[in-house]
Antibody, heavy 126, light 107 residues
Framework: QVQLVQSGAEVREPGASVKVSCKAS????????IHWVRQAPGQRLEWMGRINTANGNTKYSRKFQGRVTITRDTSASTAYMELSSLRSEDTALFFC???????????????????WGQGTLLAVSS | DIQMTQSPSSLSASVGDRVTITCRAS??????LCWYQEKPGTAPNLLLY???NLQSGIPSRFSGSGYGTEFTLTISSLQPEDFATYYC?????????FGPGTKVQIK
């Protein structure tokens, strides 16, 4: 069955970086893009960026531009999201989610995120 | 960025009630609108995509309509497992953006 399994909870100090992994199984990894979504306490879901797992092309939200890097390792069917220069406002739950490449054209996707990881909790505190 | 709003922010309803949630976009998103259900401690679950297309495995009591800037999610007969928070999301242009959520509570 399809699964996206994320790495475990992290605690970081302000200014540090964190790298979260998202391991896919049960489907062909390179047929789906992986997106990353953040949910801070009491806030709405917030799109951070995405990677085309077939060619490695990335796109990021302007809000996180310069601080977020999304990569993938096709041999491991795993996507990664690294967030740097952490601040207390980055304390949140981070999700990876997939969407079928062929359902997307340019910046639009006909379908939504049909499978999500379980979420990775990040706490940023000194 | 396209801003998404939802109304109401919360509602109380009984099992068997018909429930309607509205989502508005700050500019047209055509029919590129998705709905998710989220329960505490779990990731969002896709209910509908492209406004009215039911995701596989989702009960037919969920339906969606709308176009452009105004959309609705309807639950025809609320079931105990439907008490949750519902989010709309536009998939028309990056950055994809989500509504603030509507919490459906037991009356």
């Amino acid at each position: 069955q399809v699964q996206l399994v994320q790495s475990g909870a992290e605690v970081r100090e302000p200014g540090a970086s964190v790298k979260v992994s998202c391991k896919a199984s049960g489907y062909s990894f390179t047929t789906y893009a992986i997106h990353w979504v953040r949910q801070a306490p009491g806030q709405r879901l917030e799109w951070m960026g995405r990677i085309n797992t077939a060619n490695g092309n990335t796109k990021y939200s302007r809000k996180f531009q310069g601080r977020v890097t999304i990569t993938r390792d096709t041999s491991a069917s795993t996507a990664y999201m690294e967030l740097s220069s952490l601040r207390s406002e980055d304390t949140a739950l981070f999700f990876c989610a997939r969407v079928l490449h062929r359902h997307c054209s340019g910046d639009s996707c006909y379908s939504g995120f049909d499978f999500w990881g379980q979420g990775t909790l990040l706490a940023v505190s000194s | 960025d396209i801003q998404m709003t939802q109304s109401p922010s919360s509602l109380s309803a009984s099992v068997g009630d018909r429930v309607t949630i509205t989502c508005r976009a700050s500019q047209s998103v055509s029919n590129y609108l998705c709905w998710y259900q989220e329960k505490p401690g779990t990731a969002p679950n896709l209910l509908l995509y492209a406004t009215s297309n039911l995701q596989s495995g989702i009960p037919s009591r969920f339906s969606g309509s709308g176009y452009g800037t105004e959309f609705t999610l309807t639950i025809s007969s609320l079931q105990p497992e439907d008490f949750a928070t519902y989010y709309c999301q536009q998939s028309y242009s990056l950055p994809f953006t989500f509504g603030p959520g509507t919490k459906v509570q037991i009356k």
